[in-house]
């Protein structure tokens, strides 16, 4: 984390698979579920929320909650949430959300995904180095998921 840009993460990779491929692999919920590591109830649509049970291990008393905010086919998926809410006894309700855009590029190779998180510093000051950094660590691990699954799909 620098110090000229706490408020947002941003990962790229390229995936060796078509764009409708990973379209799908980021924008159907249950395929979203088998590479993020949630199950989830309900289907991804603009101003859905979509709520559903964290999976990986040490994290399953965690709630995935993403309010849909925008899909344009094979180009751009984002949703809102509150960021590392992994305290159960804490109400994160009344927090800002964070944004989570993917950004999908057509590659010679097959399809460049950009994924950017903003506004972890409008997050309360005692969680944001947290949320940050957790978060940071968890797309790192996402990016490297996403790109397990479109591939052995493929």
Known sequence: MSATNTDRIEKKILLRA???RVWRALTD???FGNWFGVKLAGAFAPGAQVRGEVLHKG???VTFDITIERMEPERLFSWRWHPCPIDPGMDYST????LVVFELEESADGTMLTVVESGFDRIPLPRRAEAYRENEQGWAGQMESIERYVRKAA
């Open 18 to 20: 078509p764009r409708s």
């Open 29 to 31: 919920a249950e395929e």
């Open 59 to 61: 994290y399953e008393h």
């Open 95 to 98: 927090e800002p959300t964070t």
